[in-house]
């Protein structure tokens, strides 16, 4: 440790990491907790083009001029429903609909990128974009980015036993008279809302990461959503802030110039949480199979 | 634009339409969507590794494009499809942008990779994707029938003795294949709307499968051509107009589609 | 021709099937009863090579050409494949290289497909089949290749009584001319009286074996389910119907007579 400051102390006092901490916390619980859903409902492709759609709105919103979070999450409700409009409700559909909205947003991205000349060296923008970092969030971003976070849970609080039902066997929903169109956009856009704002926060890439991470983690140790919803919105937020503890130490131990990105930080964690949990229950199923059956 | 230094475009864009075409029809009908993304896109970061030790980014890019199919297909076994393609790709990301971040060798090369640059063809470049393409096309047709069955009916592919599981690598390999053809000259965007628009397209028009395939092909070339043609007309990327046709397409297809089915009010004995 | 020994099947923590044994013979109609959930399709499966068990084995004297019908398989309508098509891969779906199919072959895959009464219908996209009629199809699929093994779960759910009949006559006819083996599971053990040579009765994951007449009787019946269960016959019909003990939890079959062949 050098000089006479002490790093926990630091890390507590600093405003930057005041806001990663408040930031961080709405954005992965509401990521964890859209990810339970966003798992059993087997629209990861979704999350993950949603991201990085959001991306696209995020460069097309430097070259008209509006604010970056406008662009974001306006880009992902335009995507969402898109993929709504052109999507069915069918196996090969939604796919489909998916990639054909993903790679006409990439496709804009690509003629944004071209149009914007001004920007210098774009593989530096792209990975800004692609990756973002919590400790560099504008403070006047920090209210909007909790309201948001706040609509996206409302949202899903909103229709949750729908979206329970039609989670688990949207026929069956169907017959009992859920509205399962409905639901379906509403959560869509709650989608859209999650991964926009983890998508500023920690990069579209990354964004992935903390929605399918978390929640794939947590459904390994159970089926039940409720036990999986806390346990991955617990998850979620434990990495979050984790890594940004072992981000901003990692100042006092590696030096300024070879810190350990935040992002990453995080990420690596959610990783080792999902493994690890994996391996445990490889381990644990191969010494079940083996033990006699009780009667 | 047709002049002799376009010769090549049109070349590239031809080889990498048809392996698209043909590929992404199995591509569409397994709903494999998402993975016709991943490994395009998780391929970028072995050029980028490659670039960064001083390899060819070809060889780079196979590698991390075989490396990220095996995975995805492997290890789907045990866990959701969806969720194990969204970690693979996500790591493969993050590794590229690790390599970029090291690199100090700007990554026009790795932008291009991603966005395509198929203007810009060199001559040499044409002989491997040949081969490569030649490859992916053979193991298609070599498996035709068993990757048919095992996408549309897996459990009746074992009744066949097929194993959709085995398969179900083979084909990630063919789409890592195709992706190591045609992203280091059209990039990873192309290759990924190529694979899913136009093929999407076609399934609905066409009833049978060979059949689908060829309109399938037909369409992928359709939409590379008028594409090459207002990427040199407009000096837009390319890529968009690849996206924007393919997403034309595959609306017009669902319009016609819709209407001809319509029309046709089959008999049923419900 | 096929025999599955003592099979465990423990999914998701819950074991599905807990020590159990089906064989079946050249020409054996054996038919497997039980209500939903009780692991028929379990099973079967673990017949069909699809599913390993958590333990016990399946043996096969040669590896021979099987027929399997699942109970209900998910199609998306805009699949670009015929009914038809789907039939012609019952006979060279596991074959590589280019499909060349002569006039023989063409022939043969419109006699099965006239033969399950799918002629009307060969033509449109298997997708957008009724449940019905992609039963018919795959039905078609299953017999195309001629098996030696029919593998069929819960063909009848979706017919009206008269073709469940027909379905059954035709079955029963096949097994006589060919000497195909028919395993097939139903819910209702009526429908298959007729023609079953024996039962697998399937409940709690254990399973009594033996013939209809051993086996589907109020002791057999009871110890297997944990309960009181009386059988009545009426006017050549079966009926199974539980007791009116409360019943409060599964209680494990312990020793039964020796003639039905409990495990």
């Keep these: 440790m050098t000089g006479s400051v002490d790093p926990l102390a630091a890390f507590f006092a600093s405003p930057t990491v005041h806001a990663a901490l408040i930031v961080g916390g709405f954005v992965s619980v509401v990521a964890g907790i859209v990810g339970v859903f966003v798992v059993v409902r087997g629209q990861s492709f979704a999350g993950h083009a949603l991201a990085d759609l959001g991306a696209v709105g995020g ?148 964004s992935t990461a903390l929605l399918i991470g978390p929640a794939a983690t947590a459904l390994q140790f159970t089926r039940r959503f409720g036990p999986a919803l806390v346990a991955s919105a617990g998850l979620a937020l434990a990495s979050t802030w984790i890594g940004c503890l072992i981000s901003f130490e990692s100042y006092y131990w590696a030096g300024r110039s070879d810190n350990w990105p935040v992002s990453f930080c995080i990420v690596a964690l959610i990783f080792i949480a999902y493994v690890t949990t994996r391996i445990a229950r490889g381990l644990s199923r191969r010494r079940l199979a083996a033990a006699p059956v009780e009667a | 634009m047709f002049a002799s230094f376009m010769i090549n475009t049109w070349t590239a864009g031809t080889i990498v339409a048809v392996v698209a075409g043909v590929v992404g029809f199995f591509v569409v009908i397994r709903g494999s969507s998402f993975m016709a993304h991943a490994v395009p896109h998780g391929a970028f970061a072995g050029a980028a590794g490659a670039i960064l030790i001083g390899a060819d980014p070809l060889v780079g890019l196979g590698v991390f494009a075989a490396a990220g ?33 090291r690199s100090s060798q700007y990554s026009g090369e790795v932008f291009a990779l991603l966005f395509g640059q198929v203007l810009g063809v060199s001559t040499d470049e044409i002989a491997p994707m040949l081969v490569l393409g030649v490859v992916c096309l053979t193991a298609v047709a070599v498996c035709y029938r068993p990757l048919l069955l095992s996408s549309v009916l897996p459990d009746m592919a074992r009744a066949r003795r097929v194993d959709p599981q085995i398969l179900g690598i083979v084909f990630a390999l063919i789409v890592a294949c195709a992706t190591t053809t045609s992203v280091p000259v059209v990039g990873a965007l192309l290759m990924f709307a190529l694979l899913v628009g136009p093929p999407a397209a076609a ?49 017009a297809s669902r319009v016609t589609a819709g209407i001809l089915r319509r029309r046709q009010a089959p008999a049923h004995d419900r | 021709m096929i025999a599955a020994r003592d099979i465990r099947v423990v999914l998701d923590g819950r074991t599905v099937l807990d020590g159990v044994d089906l064989s079946v013979g050249a020409g054996e109609f054996v038919g497997l009863i039980g209500v939903n959930g009780a692991g028929k399709t379990t099973l079967l499966r673990v017949l069909l090579r699809a599913l390993r068990p958590t333990s016990g084995s399946v043996v096969e004297s040669t590896r021979r050409r099987v ?18 098509d789907v039939v012609a891969l019952g006979i060279d779906g596991g074959r590589l290289g280019v499909p ?14 006239d033969a399950v009464g799918a002629t009307p219908f060969a ?72 023609v079953m040579d024996r039962i697998v009765y399937l409940a709690h994951g254990r399973a009594a074996t033996g013939t209809p007449d051993e086996v589907v009787r109020d002791d057999v019946l009871s110890r297997l389910y944990g309960r009181a269960i009386h059988v009545v016959r009426a006017s050549g019909r079966v009926l199974v119907l539980a007791g009116d003990d409360p019943a409060d939890g599964i209680h494990h079959v312990d020793s039964l007579p020796p003639g039905a062949g409990v495990r």
Aim: glycine share 8%; hydrophobic share 55%; net charge neutral.
């Design chain 3, 67 to 84: 027929g399997y019908l699942p109970q209900k398989v998910a199609l998306d309508p805009d699949t670009p494949l015929r009914a038809w």
């Design chain 2, 203 to 251: 399934r609905l028009l066409v009833k049978r499968a060979p059949l689908a395939i060829l309109v399938s092909l037909l369409l992928t070339l359709a939409t590379v051509w008028s594409s090459i043609a207002l990427a040199y007309l407009s000096d837009w990327p390319v890529g968009f107009f690849v996206t924007a046709v393919g997403a034309a397409l595959y609306l």
């Design chain 2, 69 to 101: 199919a095996l995975t995805i297909s492997v290890l789907s076994r045990r866990a959701r499809t969806d969720v194990i393609t969204a970690l693979t790709l996500v790591v493969m990301l993050a590794l590229g942008a690790l390599f970029l971040s």
């Design chain 3, 123 to 194: 033509d449109q996209r298997i997708g957008e089949l009724s449940g019905g009629q992609q039963q018919r199809v795959l039905l078609a699929h299953a017999l195309v290749g001629e098996p030696r093994l029919l593998l069929l779960d819960e063909p009848l759910a979706n017919l009206d009584p008269a073709s469940a009949h027909d379905v059954v006559a035709l079955l029963d006819r096949l097994r006589r001319d060919t000497g195909v083996a028919i395993v097939m599971t139903a819910h209702d053990v009526n429908l298959l009286l007729p």
């Design chain 1, 59 to 206: 460069s097309g919103a430097f070259l008209i001029g509006i604010d970056q979070v406008a662009g974001f999450v306006g880009a992902g409700i335009i995507a969402a429903l898109l993929m709504e409009i052109v999507g069915i409700r069918r196996i090969q559909g939604r796919d489909i609909a998916t990639g054909i909205v993903f790679a006409l947003g990439l496709g804009l991205t690509a003629l944004f990128l071209y149009w914007d000349t001004t920007t210098g060296s774009t593989g530096n923008a792209a990975i800004s974009v692609l990756f973002g970092s919590l400790f560099v969030i504008d403070q006047s971003v920090v209210p909007v980015i909790v309201v948001l976070s706040i609509i996206a849970l409302l949202l899903i609080g909103a229709v949750y036993r729908w979206l329970l039902m039609d989670s688990l066997d949207p026929d069956l929903a169907a017959a009992r008279g859920v509205p399962v169109r409905l639901t379906g956009i509403v959560f869509l856009i709650a989608l859209a809302l999650a991964v926009e704002l983890s998508s500023l926060s920690i990069g579209a890439i990354l």
């Design chain 3, 100 to 113: 060349v199919r002569g006039r023989r072959f063409r022939e043969r895959v419109d006699r099965i497909l």
